[in-house]
C-alpha cells in the first residue's frame, strides 16, 4: 500500500501523467500523432535529447552545470564530418569512436578545471562553450561539410532499421539501460548522488567530489561526442551552427524532469521523460496549427513551471530569521 | 552551482585573527596589488598594442566609435555587477534586450513617438526585470535555472510576436539615443555609461545599501539576522538589471535601426564575462564597479582591435571565452604556486 503511494507521489509519475494528458490534448486536435508509427518517429527525433539529457542529468547531479555540450556536439560533429570527407575509405565504426574520443577529451577539459583548480563549472562551461564553437569554425575555416561530400556508410548507419526502428532510436534506448543500470548498480553512479546530495558526507565516505564530478562531465562530453556524429549523419550536413543553443533544451529536458540543480535530486528516467515532453510539444505545434515560432516561448514557459513545482516540492520547512516585531509584540501580550 | 562544500582535509591554515580590522594593510600597497591595478596595466598593453597594430587606431573619432560596441553591454554589466555580488545570476539579459526591441518596434509602428518608444522599452526591460525578481524572491527559484528559463521564454516571446520578419520603421529622433552625439566625439550612449558607472560606484561603495547587497552575497542567513531586508533587496537588484537591459535595448535598437528576434544573441555571455572579468566572484560577496568598467575597457578594446585586423568575430569569441576562464583560473594557480613556493623556502 505505502509502495503505491510513493510511486503516486514521485516525480516520475506526475511527468508520466502530464505526458499522457498532452497526448490525450494533441490527439483531440490532431488524432494522427498518436499512431504508433508516428510515435516511433517522434521518439526518434527526440533520440539525440534523450542521450544528452543523460550525461547532463550526470552533471546537474553532482552540482554542475555544463553549458558547452551543444558546442562539443558541434565540434566533434565536424570533425568527423570532416574526417570522413577526407578519408571515406575509414570504417564508420572508427569515426563513432573517434566522435566519442574527442567528446571526452573536450569534457574531461571541462571536468579538470572544475576538479584540479575548482573552478565553477557556470563559469568554465560558458567558456568553453564560445572556445568549442570557435574551434569548429577555425577547423572548417566557416565551410560547410555537405551530404555529397560525406560517404554512404557515414550517413546509412542512424537510419538502418533494426526490428522497426532505426539505430538512431536504438541508440537512445541502449543509452537510456545502460544509464539506469550505471546510476543504480555502479559505484560511480552512486557517488554521483552521494557527492551532489552531500559533498561532506562524501568526502567522509571516502568519496572525492571533484574527481566525481570530472566523470560526470567526461560522461557528458563523451555522450556529447556521440551526438555530434548522429547529428551531423543524420542531418546530412555539418556547419558552425549546427545545435546551436541546444544546450538550454537538454538543461530543460533534465530540470522538466525533475532533476534538482543543486544537485543529488533525480533520476535517468526523468530526464528521459523531460526530453520526450519537449520532443512532443516541439514535433506537435505543427499539427495543432501553433506557429513554430512559439515553441521557443513554450519551452521557456515550461521550465519556468517545471522549476516553481520541483522547488516547491522539495522545499524544507525554512526558518524565520526575523519575525516581524508586532506579531511577537502580540503573543507575548 | 559547483562549489564544494569545504571538505574536511582543506583545513583553515592559520588560525582566525584575533583582531579584525576595518581596513586590511596599507592602502596604496593595497590599491597597488589588486585586481583593478592589473586590469590597468591589461588595458594599456591592450591600448598599446592597438596603436601599434594599426595606423587608424590613435584617432579620436575611432576611438569614439570603439566605445559603440560595448557601451550597451557595459551598461548591463553594471547591474549585472549588482546582482552576482548578491550570490544570484541573470542570464535573461540579452532575452529581455529582444523583447524590449520588439515591444518598441511595435510601438513604433503604432505610430508612437520617439519618447515613448524608447519609454515602452525601458517599460518592458522594468516589467521583465519584476518577473524574474519574482520566480526568484517569491517563489524562491534558483535565478541560475529561472533566468534561463525566462531567457527562452523572453526571446521566445519575441519570436512569437516577430517569426522571421523585423520592424524597420522608427520615428524621427529616436536615432539619438544609439547614434546622437553630446558634445563633438562624446556619444549619448557613452555619456549615459559614465554617468552610471559613477552612480554604481557611489552605490555600491559608499551606501548602505551597498554594502547590504555584499553581505547578502557572503552570507544570506547572516545578513538576514542584522536586519538586512534580504528578498526585497534582490528583488530590487532584478528589477533594475531588467530596466538596464531596456537601456540597452533602447541603444542597440537606435543604433542599427531595425529589431529581429535574434538581436542580441549571446550578450548574456559578453555581459557575464564583463562582469567576472572585472574581478566580481561569480559566488557572490566580493568585487568592485571600478574593476567592471575596467573590464568592460578591456572588452571593448580587444575586440574592436582584433576587428581593425580583420579578425572574424567568432575568433574574438574565442578570445572573449578564454579570457573569462584564464581570469578565473590564474589567480588560483598562482595561489597554488606561491603556496609550493612559500612551503620550499620555509
Redesign the interface.
Known sequence: MSEIRTLLKARETLLGAAIALLLLAIAARAPAFVAPANLAAVFTDTSILIVLAIGQAAVIL????DLSVAANLALSGMAVAMLNAAHPELPVIVLVVAAMGIGLALGAFNGL??WR????????T??????Y???A??LSG?AWVNSFQLSPAFLALPRTVILGLPVLAWTAIVAVVLALLFFRYAAPGRAIYAVGG???AA??AGLD??RT?FLAFSLSGTLAGLCGYLWVSRFAVAY?DVASGFE?DV??AC?IGGIS??GGIGSVAGAVMGALFLGIIKNALPLVGI?P?????????V??AA??LN?RAE?RPGRV??RRVDRRATLEA | ?????????AAPERAPPRSIPDRTGGRLAGLLRSWEALLLLLFAAVFAANSLASPYFLDIWNLSDATFNFTEKAIVALALAFVILSGE?DISVAGIIALASTAMGAAAAAGQPALAVAGVGLLVGLGCGAFNGV?VTV????S???T??????????A??A???GAYTQYPEGFGYFGQGYVWEWLSFEFTVFLALAALATLVLHFTTFGRQVRAIGHSP?AA??S?VPVRRIRFTLFLLTGLAAGLASVMLTSRLGSTR?SIATGWE?DI??MV?LGGVA??GGFGTIPGVVLAAFVMGLVTFGLGLLNV?G??M??V???M??AV??LP??AARLARRWKRRSA
Open positions: 553532482t552540482r554542475s552545470i578545471l572544475v583548480l575548482g573552478l565553477p563549472s557556470i563559469v568554465v560558458l567558456g568553453t562553450l564560445t572556445i564553437r570557435g574551434l569554425f577555425v566557416g552531500n559533498p561532506t568526502v567522509y567530489p571533484g564530478m558552425v538550454l538543461i530543460a530540470v540543480i543543486a506557429s515560432f512559439w515553441q521557443m516561448a513554450i519551452s521557456g514557459a521550465i519556468v522549476v516553481a522547488v522545499r530569521i526575523l | 552551482m559547483a562549489l564544494l562544500d569545504t571538505a574536511p582535509a545570476i520566480l517563489l524562491a527559484l534558483p541560475i535555472v529561472a534561463i528559463g525566462t531567457m527562452s521564454l523572453f526571446r521566445g516571446l519570436y512569437a516577430l517569426g522571421d542567513e538576514r539576522f536586519g528576434p555571455l557575464v564575462t567576472v561569480i559566488t572574424p567568432i575568433i569569441s574565442i572573449v571565452g578564454a573569462l576562464i578565473i583560473a588560483v594557480i
